[in-house]
């Protein structure tokens, strides 16, 4: 059987391999998606909902003693970390740590900045096209807190990002109320940041995308990433219904990207931070209007489609291990008392793995030992965010654009 000619494929059908598809179709390529399983249905199923429109800062390694003695100890909610894991991640863990001194952290904030800012421009006519304007809510997330010195933290994270350009309301208790007035435990006042927008089903967001991919002529394709390999002046990949050819491959493989890229001699400092999720009815008339951030105890409750959805913070473990919900289990009863969540709506917590790099950058751009490779991956928390604007730089780079930003600080041999 001969095999089917295209000028892209796109490996991984998560939402940063959507946006890649979608917006290297723009370019008027012919494209295929291809993964082994349904658009969505893993890392990018699970997540807070957020288009962070306002995360200019991205997460530093902390370096107050107290902090890191804590983690030491699995004591905090806000991660927690699988010993047997420890000797895997800690290379990453390092030049993670490495990379969050000040003046090493600036790198990182200067290169997240345009694809914060580009990030919901680049979703919302997207959004528009695949009629999925029903999911997604313009209202922000809340950053509430308890006590005076988790207050005075936020506020002055609040004035940092205000330097962006970003949308910050600083609100008292009584404000706080009068927006979500169910929240209590004690809290005392909230930052509402304004400007990102919310996804209520982020895997229904998946499916939109991808039926608009389909619409438009592409080939959404069920296949295996590890049958690539390198046919004269083409890349070739096998599927069920024949094999598939084109000049140009992307990379958007998420936490097995890592693992993949090895097998074309690219050793990568990333590591994994695991996510939970659960969803639960709410008492009563009870209503969560905003996304919020629990400050004092680090998760998030959402509104979703499938009722509200607490998250947690990270897990260092490996990428396959066991689920091990334990900071989900820790954090339910605190979360109970913030805002009044009644019976579970899933039969088991959601686990997902985010890929992480050591300087907190994805890795968008060409592949320097192969002709017609590109990596777009690496986005941590950050990858429903990031994924369309990431899609944009692909494709004006392999159309041989001016790209809209120097893509210099997310280049694959940058380690």
Same mark, same amino acid.
């Given at each position: 059987?001969?095999?089917?000619?295209?000028?892209?494929?796109?490996?991984?059908?998560?939402?940063?391999?959507?946006?890649?598809?979608l917006?290297? #179709?723009?370019?008027?390529?012919?494209?295929?998606?291809?993964?082994r399983?349904?658009? *969505?249905? $893993?890392?990018?199923?699970?997540?807070?909902?957020?288009?962070e429109?306002? &995360?200019?800062?991205?997460?530093?390694?902390?370096?107050?003693?107290?902090e890191?003695i804590?983690?030491?100890?699995?004591?905090?909610?806000?991660?927690?970390y699988?010993?047997?894991?420890?000797?895997?991640?800690?290379? /990453?863990?390092? %030049?993670?740590?490495?990379? &969050?001194? +000040?003046?090493?952290?600036?790198?990182?904030i200067?290169?997240?900045?345009?694809?914060?800012?580009?990030? !919901?421009?680049?979703?919302?006519?997207?959004?528009?096209?695949?009629?999925?304007?029903?999911?997604?809510?313009?209202?922000?997330?809340?950053?509430?807190?308890?006590s005076e010195?988790?207050?005075?933290?936020a506020?002055?994270?609040?004035e940092?990002?205000?330097?962006?350009?970003?949308?910050?309301?600083?609100?008292?208790?009584?404000?706080?109320?009068?927006?979500?007035? @169910?929240?209590?435990? *004690?809290?005392?006042?909230?930052v @509402?940041?304004?400007?990102?927008?919310?996804?209520s089903?982020? $895997?229904?967001?998946?499916?939109a995308?991808?039926?608009?991919?389909? #619409?438009?002529?592409?080939? @959404?394709?069920?296949?295996?990433?590890?049958?690539?390999?390198?046919?004269?002046?083409?890349?070739?990949?096998?599927?069920?219904s024949g094999?598939?050819?084109a000049?140009d491959v992307?990379?958007?493989?998420?936490?097995?990207? $890592?693992? =993949?890229?090895?097998? =074309?001699?690219?050793?990568?400092?990333?590591?994994?931070?695991?996510?939970?999720?659960?969803?639960?009815?709410?008492?009563?008339?009870?209503?969560?209007?905003?996304?919020?951030?629990?400050?004092d105890?680090?998760?998030? !409750?959402?509104?979703?489609?499938?009722?509200?959805?607490l998250?947690?913070?990270?897990?260092?473990a490996?990428?396959?291990?066991? +689920?091990t919900?334990? #900071?989900?289990?820790k954090?339910? +009863?605190?979360?109970?008392?913030?805002?009044?969540?009644?019976?579970? %709506?899933?039969?088991?917590?959601?686990?997902?793995?985010?890929?992480?790099?050591?300087?907190? !950058?994805?890795?968008?751009?060409k592949?320097? $030992?192969h002709q017609?490779? /590109?990596?777009? =991956?690496?986005?941590?928390?950050? *990858?429903?965010?990031? &994924?369309?604007?990431?899609?944009? !730089?692909?494709?004006?780079?392999?159309?041989?654009?001016?790209? =809209?930003?120097?893509?210099?600080?997310?280049?694959?041999?940058?380690?």
């Amino acid at each position: 059987m001969a095999a089917r000619d295209l000028d892209v494929m796109v490996l991984g059908a998560g939402i940063v391999g959507l946006g890649v598809a979608l917006k290297v #179709q723009e370019k008027g390529k012919g494209v295929a998606l291809i993964d082994r399983v349904e658009a *969505g249905s $893993q890392t990018s199923f699970g997540n807070a909902g957020i288009i962070e429109r306002a &995360s200019f800062l991205p997460y530093a390694f902390p370096r107050d003693l107290g902090e890191l003695i804590g983690y030491a100890f699995n004591a905090r909610t806000d991660a927690h970390y699988h010993l047997s894991a420890l000797f895997t991640v800690a290379p /990453w863990l390092a %030049r993670y740590w490495w990379n &969050s001194e +000040p003046e090493r952290y600036k790198r990182a904030i200067a290169g997240a900045r345009p694809l914060i800012e580009n990030c !919901l421009s680049e979703h919302e006519p997207l959004i528009a096209a695949a009629g999925a304007e029903a999911l997604m809510r313009r209202t922000g997330w809340i950053k509430a807190w308890r006590s005076e010195a988790k207050g005075r933290a936020a506020v002055a994270d609040a004035e940092k990002l205000k330097t962006f350009g970003v949308t910050a309301e600083f609100l008292d208790r009584a404000a706080l109320a009068e927006r979500e007035p @169910h929240l209590g435990d *004690g809290v005392i006042g909230a930052v @509402h940041y304004k400007d990102p927008a919310n996804i209520s089903d982020p $895997q229904g967001l998946s499916r939109a995308y991808r039926a608009l991919f389909e #619409q438009r002529g592409g080939a @959404h394709l069920h296949g295996d990433a590890n049958s690539l390999r390198r046919n004269g002046a083409f890349w070739m990949i096998d599927t069920p219904s024949g094999s598939v050819r084109a000049k140009d491959v992307v990379i958007a493989l998420g936490p097995w990207a $890592q693992e =993949f890229v090895k097998r =074309f001699g690219y050793d990568l400092p990333m590591g994994v931070k695991r996510g939970y999720h659960m969803h639960y009815a709410t008492t009563g008339n009870a209503i969560l209007n905003y996304t919020v951030y629990d400050a004092d105890n680090s998760y998030v !409750l959402a509104p979703m489609a499938n009722g509200v959805r607490l998250t947690t913070g990270a897990e260092f473990a490996h990428r396959d291990a066991k +689920p091990t919900p334990v #900071q989900l289990e820790k954090l339910e +009863p605190k979360a109970r008392k913030f805002f009044p969540l009644a019976e579970r %709506r899933d039969r088991e917590p959601w686990m997902g793995s985010r890929p992480c790099t050591g300087d907190m !950058l994805p890795f968008i751009g060409k592949a320097p $030992q192969h002709q017609g490779m /590109w990596f777009a =991956f690496g986005h941590a928390h950050h *990858g429903l965010t990031m &994924s369309a604007v990431t899609g944009r !730089l692909i494709a004006e780079l392999i159309a041989g654009e001016e790209p =809209f930003t120097d893509p210099t600080p997310y280049r694959v041999d940058r380690f």
